[in-house]
Each structure stands twice: as structure tokens, then as C-alpha cells.
């Protein structure tokens, strides 16, 4: 079980070893969630409205991001309950 201290702010430091696991960079974007009083994070990707819009993006004719530009999913999605427990 891995514990965290909620510093000023709310704020916390997701612990190393996770953020390995989970292939989580710093600048990264996480969704954050509540689902039955445990906290559920997980990682989002910005699209640039521009290139999501427009008969291309109809047609299904965007290019295919390249092997490594989006992450892969994660295997798991860890969850944070109140208290500090984690549950993956």
C-alpha cells in the first residue's frame, strides 16, 4: 500500500514507482473522478479541435498517430481510496 500526504493546496505527489507503472509524465493530463468514495484517475489526451474537425475527420482520413505518440493504455487504472489505500 502506497500513502500520500495532501499538501497545501490539496495537492499530492503521485509516488515514483506508480508513475513508472502507469507511464505517467510530467505535463501529462489526468481525469480525475469519485465513484463510490474512492478516487479514480486517469490519463487524457488534448486533440486539437482543428484537426478533429472538417470532411478529413468525417471520412475517417486523418493520419494514424505515430508508434509512440499516443501512450499505450494503461494496463490497469490505479484508485486512490480515502485513507490511502490503493486498489487497482
Not at 490539496?10 to 473522478?33: F, M, S, Y
Not at 482520413?61 to 490505479?78: F, H, I, K, N, T
Request: aromatic share 0%.
Amino acid at each position: 500500500m502506497t500513502v500520500v500526504k495532501v499538501l497545501r493546496h490539496g495537492q499530492i505527489t503521485l509516488p515514483k514507482n506508480l508513475r513508472e507503472v502507469l507511464d505517467i509524465k510530467e505535463g501529462d493530463i489526468l481525469e480525475i473522478e469519485l465513484e463510490q468514495s474512492c478516487l479514480v484517475l486517469k490519463a487524457k489526451m488534448l486533440v486539437d479541435k482543428a484537426k478533429t474537425a472538417g470532411p478529413e475527420a468525417e471520412q475517417g482520413l486523418l493520419p494514424a498517430l505515430p508508434a509512440g505518440g499516443m501512450r499505450q493504455s494503461l494496463a490497469g487504472v490505479a484508485t486512490v481510496r480515502p485513507g490511502g489505500g490503493q486498489h487497482d
